[in-house]
């Protein structure tokens, strides 16, 4: 008599319910989470907290911080949207194409992840300076990038791109060339292929890269202050705000503007959440 369809997986479910579980696995994830994220958390808001709510007001919304929230969050997302084409256009050809030395391309995308930062803004204020390759092409026609807001934005596009091309390429890969085959074989054009048959479940991908892009770079540092002359109502960035109230001994009024950053961080930790949950219905 042969066994039925249904004895190897409830063989092996019998199998998984047996394999002991870790007593104290879920305390100890509790303790160091407690440890590493609560606590600091906590410390930032309570030393914010010690002022009065009306000086609170007064240091997040005085006409330096303002600007410096301009110059972190509109520059930030503008980069984002920017890193959104063209990350998408990257993964495209390294999954889509074949050309000599595309491996080396490809491994050299994620070097934004390795680089120290702070090397990544002394490399990009030396080629865009005046006198750098880059700049002295842009010079001649009044385009200043080293020193300037827009020293922030080549940052901010550098630090942030591998997130949109790590996170498009698995979905690329999972999509079967049979989907395009059969929608030019019913007539429909290029365009309407990638609007209709590719875009919708590469859209949330997209969007969740674009998203962590945008939160990386409303944190970056190390690059910022170097390729940026750091000049309020100019291109000072909240986190060099935040460093240079350090510098004037004023901790409670850089934790004032840390806790602002660390709202807008958790509502863009919300949203990339959603856009995962999102994505789920497009799994394939």
Known sequence: M?????SQPASFLSRLRQVPR??????????????????????????????????????????????????????ALVTAAINGVVGVIIAWVMVRYEFPFRRILDAAIDLPFALPTAVAGLTLATIYSDSGWIGSLLAPFGIKVSFTR?????????????????TVQPVLRELEPELEEAAWSLGASRFQT?????????????????????????GEYGSVVIVAANIPFNDLIAPVLIF????????????????????????????INLLQAWGRRYDI
Request: hydrophobic residues 60%; positive net charge.
């Open 194 to 218: 990638f609007w209709r048959v590719l875009l919708p479940p590469l859209l949330p991908s997209i969007l969740t890269g674009v998203a962590l892009g945008f939160s990386r770079a409303v």
């Open 22 to 75: 870790l007593p104290f696995i879920w305390q100890f994830t509790w303790v160091y989470l407690t440890i590493m994220l609560f606590v600091p958390v906590i410390a930032l808001l309570l030393k914010a907290s010690t002022l009065s709510p009306a000086e609170i007001w007064r240091i997040a919304t005085s006409p330096i911080a303002l600007s410096a929230y301009d110059v972190t969050f509109v520059t």
């Open 2 to 6: 042969t066994p039925s369809s249904n």
């Open 244 to 271: 240079q109230r350090l510098e004037q001994y004023d901790y409670a009024g850089a934790t004032v503007i840390g806790s602002v950053m660390l709202g807008a961080s958790l509502v863009i930790l919300l949203a």
């Open 150 to 166: 827009l020293g922030v934005a080549v940052a901010m596009l550098f630090i942030s791109l591998p997130f949109v091309v790590r």
